[in-house]
């Protein structure tokens, strides 16, 4: 399957829509999930087109994975989480939903379960302020 530039994702890495932005540079935008899996939930979207990992140029996924690493300890530092979850799903039977590749940063705390995978719309406030928190601890 080919890369269609009018994902949701696409929308955002050109200013047509909004997002709680966490940090941008050359390579990548970071902004916080609305609908999380945990408080903190976090993703890392290179700006170079593809569906996925599989599509993916090796040279972007080498420039960003180092972003990815201190976007991690950015959000373990601003959120206290006791560990954290690194996800990225491709295609649809493996639970992909927007195609545009994303790097999924999941805090994870002690004794609470993760939520489900894109589905409880976060409170905005609460979103821009841990976007700020997540960007001072970069
Ligand atoms: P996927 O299922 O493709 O791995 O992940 C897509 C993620 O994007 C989901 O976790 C979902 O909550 C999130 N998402 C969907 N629409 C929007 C949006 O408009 N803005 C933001 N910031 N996240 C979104």
């Given at each position: 399957m080919?890369y269609d530039?009018s994902?949701i994702f696409?929308?955002?890495?050109?200013?047509?829509?909004?997002?709680h932005?966490?940090h941008?540079?050359?390579?990548?935008?970071?902004?916080?999930?609305?609908?999380p899996?945990s408080?903190?939930?976090?993703?890392?979207?290179?700006k170079?087109?593809s569906?996925?990992?599989?599509d993916?140029?090796?040279a972007v996924?080498?420039?960003?994975?180092?972003?990815?690493?201190?976007?991690?300890?950015?959000v373990v530092a601003?959120?206290?989480?006791?560990?954290i979850?690194?996800a990225?799903?491709?295609?649809?039977?493996a639970?992909?939903t927007v195609?545009h590749l994303?790097?999924?940063?999941?805090?994870?705390?002690?004794?609470?379960?993760?939520g489900?995978?894109?589905t409880?719309r976060?409170?905005?406030a609460e979103?821009?302020m841990?976007a700020k928190a997540?960007?001072?601890?970069?």
């Amino acid at each position: 399957m080919s890369y269609d530039p009018s994902n949701i994702f696409a929308k955002i890495l050109n200013g047509e829509l909004p997002c709680h932005k966490v940090h941008e540079d050359e390579v990548a935008l970071v902004m916080m999930d609305i609908f999380p899996q945990s408080k903190g939930h976090t993703l890392v979207i290179p700006k170079a087109p593809s569906r996925n990992l599989v599509d993916a140029d090796p040279a972007v996924l080498s420039t960003v994975m180092p972003l990815v690493q201190r976007v991690a300890r950015a959000v373990v530092a601003a959120t206290g989480a006791d560990g954290i979850r690194l996800a990225q799903f491709n295609e649809a039977p493996a639970g992909q939903t927007v195609f545009h590749l994303h790097f999924h940063l999941i805090p994870a705390y002690d004794g609470v379960a993760l939520g489900a995978h894109a589905t409880g719309r976060a409170d905005d406030a609460e979103l821009a302020m841990l976007a700020k928190a997540i960007a001072t601890k970069l």
